[in-house]
């Protein structure tokens, strides 16, 4: 605990000037009698004297005690903030043990685990996404069938396309990623899509070159497959298309840039 060094303040009053007015007044022949008027107005002071040494330390002692509780209190502050850092160093360190546990099982290779990760983490600092969000979405593309080659150009689709939308990242990569494994689209697909702000209907009319209200038909009829899905949402992602860059725009913000910078390095 630390010490603080003890503080007293001497007041003291010099009395000779008044004691020798009085001594004069009295021996002027003034109708109070000067020797006793200066003995008692003496002891006032003296007494007045004291008192006001008594408060003046009592200040400081107030004013030593108060910084005392103030450095226990900041030291305690401090050792809370140390320990919170630490903790989450330790959290974000047992993260990306967890990371790369999962992908190498996703992956069959701890070394693809490790490129899949640095690749992630890249991303994700250039993106207006974090990283745990980011991983989520891979790793749920990779459930689905995506090969590790097919990770990047589908999470920069799927990224641009949710930050032009506000659709939850990962929650848009599961939309695609069950595209993928039934083969085709269903009626249940497009309104996802649709529901989200995707203009996936005017991107599928302009590959077969039909009206928009045909593209329905052809949806229940079976001959949408995910080719044709994955073609619209590059062509929506990429140069010329509605949602071209968006990520790196919104990266530059100032939300994009405050978020996202507790990354680690994978190796």
Same mark, same amino acid.
């Given at each position: 605990?630390?010490?603080?060094?003890?503080?007293?303040?001497?007041?003291? $009053?010099?009395?000779?000037?008044? %004691?020798?007015?009085?001594?004069?007044?009295?021996?002027?022949?003034?109708?109070?009698?000067?020797?006793?008027?200066?003995?008692?107005?003496?002891?006032?002071?003296?007494? @007045?004297?004291?008192? &006001?040494?008594?408060?003046?330390?009592?200040?400081?002692?107030?004013?030593?005690?108060?910084?005392? #509780?103030? $450095?226990?209190?900041? /030291?305690?502050?401090?050792?809370?903030?140390? =320990?919170?850092? =630490?903790?989450?160093?330790?959290?974000?360190? @047992?993260?990306?043990?967890?990371?790369?546990?999962?992908?190498?099982?996703? !992956?069959?290779? /701890?070394?693809? /685990?490790?490129?899949?990760? %640095?690749?992630?983490?890249?991303?994700?600092?250039? #993106?207006?996404?974090?990283?745990?969000?980011?991983?989520?979405?891979?790793?749920?593309?990779?459930?689905?069938?995506? *090969?590790?080659?097919? $990770?990047?150009? #589908?999470?920069?689709?799927?990224?641009?396309?949710?930050?032009?939308?506000?659709?939850?990242?990962?929650?848009?990569?599961?939309?695609?990623?069950?595209?993928?494994?039934?083969?085709? $689209?269903?009626?249940?697909?497009?309104?996802?899509? *649709? =529901?989200?702000?995707?203009?996936?209907?005017?991107?599928?009319?302009?590959?077969?070159?039909?009206?928009?209200?045909?593209? %329905?038909? !052809?949806?229940?009829?079976?001959?949408?497959?995910?080719?044709?899905?994955?073609?619209?949402?590059?062509? &929506?992602?990429?140069?010329?298309?509605?949602?071209?860059?968006? &990520? #790196?725009?919104?990266?530059?913000?100032?939300?994009?840039?405050? *978020?996202?910078?507790?990354?680690? %390095?994978?190796?």
């Amino acid at each position: 605990m630390p010490r603080i060094a003890s503080v007293s303040v001497d007041v003291k $009053l010099n009395l000779d000037p008044a %004691k020798r007015q009085i001594t004069d007044f009295g021996h002027s022949g003034g109708r109070i009698a000067g020797g006793k008027f200066e003995q008692g107005f003496t002891q006032h002071m003296r007494s @007045a004297q004291s008192r &006001m040494s008594s408060v003046a330390n009592s200040v400081f002692t107030g004013v030593a005690a108060g910084m005392t #509780t103030a $450095l226990v209190s900041a /030291a305690a502050s401090a050792t809370q903030a140390i =320990g919170q850092v =630490g903790a989450s160093i330790l959290k974000v360190g @047992a993260d990306a043990e967890k990371s790369k546990v999962s992908f190498t099982t996703f !992956l069959g290779s /701890a070394s693809k /685990a490790s490129a899949v990760l %640095k690749d992630i983490t890249k991303f994700a600092a250039e #993106t207006p996404f974090e990283l745990p969000e980011v991983e989520k979405a891979a790793k749920q593309l990779l459930a689905f069938g995506f *090969t590790a080659e097919q $990770l990047k150009p #589908t999470l920069t689709a799927v990224g641009n396309i949710a930050a032009g939308t506000g659709t939850d990242f990962s929650e848009l990569a599961e939309i695609i990623g069950k595209a993928k494994t039934q083969g085709r $689209l269903y009626a249940e697909d497009i309104n996802q899509l *649709t =529901g989200r702000g995707i203009p996936i209907i005017s991107e599928l009319a302009k590959q077969y070159g039909v009206a928009e209200s045909e593209v %329905k038909k !052809l949806v229940e009829q079976g001959k949408v497959g995910f080719p044709q899905l994955e073609k619209a949402l590059v062509s &929506m992602s990429s140069e010329g298309g509605r949602f071209e860059g968006l &990520m #790196t725009k919104l990266a530059q913000t100032t939300g994009g840039k405050f *978020t996202n910078r507790q990354l680690v %390095k994978i190796t």
